[in-house]
Structures are given as structure tokens and as C-alpha cells.
């Protein structure tokens, strides 16, 4: 089968992440794999070797052009590339890409796979959206969503051809060695961009109640600043509880797998995401984790509140700081959970969701559309 993925860029993110994993399972198991995208970023994952990547943006020359023109480039590029390659199916990550590559198929023969990978509630809501997706959404031959919510937040239509499939945990933390409960140090982490909608704020405002009873634990944040101010606002919080020696912002990560694995508990506090693979990486570490419940439903997904893991309600500091005090307070309790927690590798290994992916899109290429 010959696969094109499609999406803006391979900075570090959550879809840019799949993307990678998925087009190097592809390649590793004999498909010929293309990933098209619109523009390069210095700071990418690296694809396989076996996959090869194609440039479908802007040429020099059109980047004096206005909004509508360089939108009417991209597309005739894109198209050119499906009528050049003739892939057997064409996924697209992401909006943008995903209404570009519905435009851009037309005449082409080329099945077009969609794959939200945000609360649809949070993207594709107003009134331009509605107007793309009563436009567009038609064309698509199936789509991939990675809660139930996420797709039924579309029509009938389209979730009849489309399917509910996980993240791959990355194979570096399933293979992580466990961490026994002697070895766990007094360190609450918590994983991902600082951006406004990941809630870090909140977080702060919940440790600082845990450092009130427990001031011997520390909390280390890490990722990159996204740049939209949610760095100034986590500042400001740890400022105002004058936690400066209690609270970390570590910066993006690597080695997450080593750092974190020996935590007393990994807090996730978003107010919404698409299926957050911080949260699935530290299950997989066997961490005891704390999530918000938040739409579209990942954590709920992942987590059986009181088993291999605690849910809290989106945006409340109390429940928080009751949950993180609640594994600190109760270590065995909190080692038992991430012992469950590590059972993720079972259902979401690389090899797992390979083939979850490669079955549906072998579906589809054979089909036009999933049947």
C-alpha cells in the first residue's frame, strides 16, 4: 500500500507525534510512505529513514501573494502531488490540512482519510467552520477520532465511516524498567506545552494546598513555552504562593522517560485536549496519575477513576490538591494504581495501533470509502 500522510509541519506536538510514529510502522512493515507537508521547523521529530518527505507549500515566488491567493497555491500544489504520487489513500491531521486535502482531492482519484486530533468543541466550532464542513466533509472517505465524543460531535454521515483509534505510546516508555515504591522521590510531575487551554495555572494554585501540608514536595512542569502568555500567568501563580523553590518549570524534554518515571504522581489539569499522550506516556511509566476529565473524554478513555488512576472535574484547584494529597498521603494505594496504569501497553502499543490504522485504511484504499 502507498500511504501519504499530510499536515503543516513535524514541530513537537501531539499530531506531528503520531504522524512520525505511524509513517515509520508503515515503512518498517514494507509500505511505501510519503509525508507531504507544508513547511519545515527547526525544532521536528525525525522521521524513519524508509519515509520520505515531500514539500507541498508555498514555492519562494508566492509568498508576497495575499491570504486567498497563497490559500488557492497550497491546494494546487497539494493537488498536483495526489495526481503526481496517486497514493492509495491520503490522511489528513489537523483543520487546516484536513480542509485542504478535501479541496485539493477533487479530480484526483485519491481517497481522503480526516483525523481530528483536538476537541472538535474548541476548533471547529462558528461560522466558517460550519460552512467547510457542510462543504467539504462529504468527500472524505472515512475518519479516524480518538474519543467517541470527538466524533459524534460531527454528522451522521461521517461517523458512520469513521472509527475510534488511540495514540501509540512511544516505545521508549513501555520498555522504561518499573519503579518500585522505595524508589519514588518527593516530586508531583506534569507534562505538556504551556499553553492556556493545558491549565498549568490551576496546578500551581492546587500545589500550593499540597505544600501547605507537605512542603518537603516539590512540582516540575515540563515542556515548551507555546508563547501565548501561559507562561507569564504560570509565573504569576507561583509568584503569588511564593513557591519559587517549590515549583519548576523544567522546559521541553527528551528524556522524559528517565526524568519523571520516579515521581510520586503525574497531574494533568488541561480544560481540554484530544487524546493527551503525556497522560498515556506516564501510564505506561506506571505512574500514578491525576487527570482533569475533560472533553472530548480522553481521560475518562484511559482512566477508571480509583483504580489505575483518579479523574477530577475541569478546573477545580480543590479536587486537585485533594487527588495529588491523596497519592502523596496513601503511597501504596498510589503504587497499586500505576501498576494498573501500566496495563496501557497492552492496548496502545506501537504495533497494537499499527494495526488498528493499517486495517482501516486498507479498507478504505480498497474501497474508496469505508463500506
Known sequence: MKIAFHLNCL?????ERVVTNLAGQFAEHGDEVIVATEWTD???YELHPFVRRVHVGLLPAEEGKGRAGKALARR??????MVREKPDVLVAFARKAIYRSLSACRGTGVPVVISVRVD????YTGALNSIMIRLLFGRAAGGVFQTPDA???FSEDIRRRSVVILNPVTQKYIDAP??????RTKTVVSVGRLVFFKNQTMLVHAFSKVHEKHPDYVLKIYGPDSGDGAKTSIKEAIHEHHLEDAVFLMGDCSTLEKEIRDAACFAFSSDY?????????AM?????????????????????SGENGLLVPVGDTDRMAQAILYMIENPQKAQAMGERARRIRERANEEVIYRQWRDFLLEVSAHGRRS
Open 178 to 183: 518499573d519503579t518500585p515504591l522505595s524508589a
Open 273 to 281: 485536549e484530544g487524546m493527551p499522550n503525556a497522560l498515556m506516556e
Open 151 to 153: 466524533r459524534d460531535f
Open 11 to 15: 514541530t513537537h506536538g501531539g499530531a
Open 76 to 81: 494546487s500544489h497539494l493537488h498536483d502531488f
Open 284 to 304: 505506561a511509566l506506571g505512574l500514578p496519575v491525576i487527570s482533569t476529565d475533560c472533553r472530548p473524554g480522553a481521560p475518562r478513555m484511559l482512566i477508571q
Open 42 to 44: 527547526p525544532n521536528e
Open 120 to 123: 472538535p468543541k474548541a476548533t
